[in-house]
């Protein structure tokens, strides 16, 4: 049961964080997130232990548990995972699968939130859509592997602040990808979309770049609101 709760546990905190609601960077309380989360500080402590494991968290001497903040290095990996999973997925996908259901919503709500200058709900959505993707494959396992991924990249984009237009960007070949692979043609989608990780990836490192030249910032408040 306690295993079950710090699994629990872990999940909230992995949604805090895919949704921008925890920054990279930030310092997190076991005080108040165990009473966030209504657990013990042992349930909390086994929930920070898994996501130390994933890279979320990490554990700086003498000053508890902080969120991460990615790396170069990390940059690399995650899109070249990304590349490994999201690639093969579409090119061999059915569009009658769940998974384009999935993209087209993911699409529809980007477009919607791009009306309304919203550029969280369209990172949420850009997201949705990559999830969309990998569901193609049917495997219970990517799916978990890449909610992992997400988590590490919203991570990233975290990094970017109010910056929409990183974001904007990509509405159109997401909904371009889309209309492709609906089309018959999942290997020029999947084409498109190796194409689209890797200028993904470049903006991203010139951002993690920049971040890295910047003085250290000053720790973030202890807060989480679940």
């Not at 492709?180 to 903006?203: I, K």
């Amino acid at each position: 049961m306690t295993a079950d709760r710090a699994e629990r546990s872990a999940d909230a905190i992995r949604e805090l964080i895919v949704t921008g609601r925890l920054a990279p960077g930030q310092r997190l309380s076991e005080q108040s997130v165990s009473e966030s989360l209504d657990v013990s500080r042992n349930t909390l402590r086994e929930a920070f232990r898994i996501l130390v494991h994933e890279g979320l968290l990490v554990r700086r001497p003498n000053a508890g548990v902080a969120v991460a903040r990615p790396t170069l290095a990390d940059i690399v990996d995650i899109y070249r995972v990304r590349r490994l999973i999201e690639v093969p997925a579409l090119a061999a996908g059915d569009p009658a699968h769940p998974g384009a259901r999935a993209m087209r919503d993911a699409v529809d709500a980007a477009l919607a939130a791009r009306l309304g200058g919203d550029w969280r709900d369209i990172a949420a959505a850009n997201m949705r859509f990559h999830s969309g993707i990998v569901a193609l494959a049917g495997s219970p396992r990517l799916d978990r592997l890449h909610a992992n991924l997400s988590a590490e990249l919203r991570l990233s984009f975290g990094l970017l602040g109010d910056d929409g237009a990183f974001f904007d960007g990509f509405v159109d070949r997401n909904a371009g990808l889309l209309r492709r692979f609906l089309g018959g043609d999942a290997e020029g989608a999947a084409a498109d979309l190796e194409r689209y990780l890797v200028d993904s990836e470049h903006a991203l490192q010139s951002v993690v770049d920049a971040d890295a030249a910047r003085p250290a910032p000053r720790p973030a408040p202890d807060t989480v609101t679940p």
